[in-house]
């Protein structure tokens, strides 16, 4: 099984309410020894225009943002199909908005 990679939006169950829907991996590769877990911003149509909002732009979504108040971390099993990857620009602004919500020092690191 191929693992979901780093700056890679997948169709992914996460499973109860939230239900499935797109979601970018922004947890690094899986080594032998750690648990098989990814951590995911999911995409949302329904926005509500907050600055933890990335709103990007791609063909292969529908319009919305990613929600970085919706961090979550599942097994790699629940990813369903890749949908596309997103540039390191596109990437970046999401970063952005996940260091606003946990508060932390990205600027220093160019995210």
Known sequence: MRYPERGEVWLVDLGL???VRPCLVVSTQIGDTDRALITLVPHTTSTRQTEFEAIISVPFLKQGAFDAQGLVTVPPARAIRLLGRLKSQ??????????????LPCEQSGA
């Open 17 to 19: 309410t939230p239900k």
């Open 90 to 103: 596109e990437l970046a602004t999401i970063e952005k908005a996940l260091c606003k919500w946990l508060q």
